[in-house]
Every structure is written in C-alpha cells, then in structure tokens.
C-alpha cells in the first residue's frame, strides 16, 4: 500500500485514454513517471480487464477501482462493452466507487470518492461516445453526464474525461463550437455548464502567460483524420488552485497511445 503523505501540500491528477491496443507495459512505465512523489490520482479510459489487472500491481499503489467490476459486459455484447474507465490512488484511499448508472455505456464513466490529507475528494471520470459510431446517443449520453454533474455540484473536486469535443477550442467557453451531435457537451464544456469546475489548462494558461485567442485548438491532445484536436480534460473545483497542467502529446503517444495525457497539480485554495 502507498505512503499517506501527511505533509503533503500539492496533489497530482493524470488524465489519459491509453487506448484500447495499447502496450500496457509502456503504459504502466509512462504512468509511473507521471505521477511524481506525492498523493496522486490517476483516471483512464479505454482501459480492459487485462490492462487493469496489470496496473492494479503498480508499485505503491494506495487504491485502486475499475467500472467493469461494477458493470460486467454481458457474453452477448461486443468488445464496445469491454474497455471501461480505471481509477488508480497514490496516498488517498479510494471510499466509494459508482457508475453513472442513467448515461447510455454506464462503463464508460465512474465517480469516485477518496480521503486523505486533503480530505474527502470527489472525482468523476467519463469517455464520451463517438458522433460517428453512436449518432443521437452522444448528445443523450452528454445529458445524463450533465444530470449526474448537476446534482453532486457542491461536492465534485475534479471531472477527467475524453469528449471527442469540441470541433472548434478556445479560451472563451461562449465561443467553444461542438460537433452537430455533440451540441449536449455545452451543459459540461461549454458558456451554458450546469457545474462550477474551471478548465485547468485554461486557469494555468492565464495565471502563467499571455493567451493567443486565435490558436485552435488551444493545445493537441488527439488528432483525427489529420486534423489536431483538444479532446481530453481535468476539471477541478473553486477549492482548488491549478500550479501546473501540461500535455505531454510526444511522450503520450511514445508509449502506445493515441491520445495524450493531462496532467496538473493542484494546492487546496
């Protein structure tokens, strides 16, 4: 089990779809020298029974949960229904996991809540649907995200998820564009959000340099068909303050994924 860290005043969050084929050995490696040396919580998408049941042995591991355990895939259904969202802590038990049972993939989301030096924290992580392969359900599914958000506002810390949005970024959310069938994600992302969490690279850009508005996106976390996109979020709370949010796209895709990591450190306001 982890070390509590008892002095510790700055907590670390990764952020990452590790892709589904991904060479979990160098995932493992990548996250390892993430996380840094004190309390960290890491959250992943595209995560299969396999991956996780090699990252649960990371070294100094506090915690760990994964939504597969609590949403089993069914012997009928799809490789779709085979990768889920993994939660791992360093430093901070994890308390509680639970899915967002009303979303369209409930597998694909997990909110968890952990304790420790800072006290209770809740994080919820989620992986958007695709417009291309799910059609209406992306924008039904971003609504029920945007319910489940709206009724645990006074207690959510951080949101780490891969949107498969926006179309066109930018630091002003009332100029954020969503695709056709992801118009939803503005209740999360957008000027019209149900919850209170700021944009942590946004908040970092801000309080560290001055902002080009015209660069979209405003850094590249995924490319689609050649075309650079910020896809992959934190999130976090007025209770916190954002020292650092990097993504580190070259290193991310070095070690076998197609998205990059997010990773900021955070100290209580």
Not at 87 to 96: E, M, N, Q, R
Not at 204 to 232: C, F, M, W
């Amino acid at each position: 089990m982890g070390l509590p860290f008892p002095m510790a005043t700055t907590l670390r969050v990764v952020q990452w779809n590790i892709y589904m084929s991904c060479h979990i050995e160098s995932i493992a490696n990548f996250i390892m020298n993430s996380i840094g040396q004190g309390p960290a919580i890491v959250c992943l998408e595209e995560v299969k029974r396999s991956a996780y049941d090699t990252l649960r042995n990371l070294p100094n591991l506090t915690s760990s949960c994964f939504s597969l355990d609590l949403r089993e895939p069914g012997g009928n259904e799809g490789d779709e229904r085979k990768m889920g969202i993994a939660v791992f802590s360093f430093g901070l038990p994890i308390i509680s996991p639970e899915l967002l049972d009303r979303t369209v993939f409930p597998e694909r989301t997990l909110s968890v809540l952990l304790h420790g030096v800072f006290g209770p924290i809740r994080v919820v992580a989620f992986h958007s649907l695709t417009g291309v392969g799910y059609h209406k359900a992306k924008s039904s599914n971003f609504a029920s995200i945007a319910d489940y958000l709206q009724l645990h506002k006074s207690d959510l810390d951080f949101l780490c998820f891969d949107a498969n949005e926006p179309w066109h970024d930018d630091i002003d959310p009332t100029k954020l564009v969503f695709w056709p069938r992801g118009k939803t994600a503005g209740l999360i992302m957008g000027s019209k959000k149900v919850h209170d969490l700021s944009d942590s690279y946004v908040e970092h850009l801000r309080s560290t340099r001055h902002i080009d508005n015209a660069r979209d996106p405003l850094t590249v976390s995924h490319v689609t068909q050649g075309t650079p996109r910020r896809y992959d979020y934190i999130m976090h709370s007025r209770r916190w303050t954002v020292v650092n949010c990097s993504y580190p796209y070259a290193e991310s895709i070095a070690a076998s994924s197609d998205h990059s990591a997010v990773i900021a450190d955070y100290e209580l306001r």
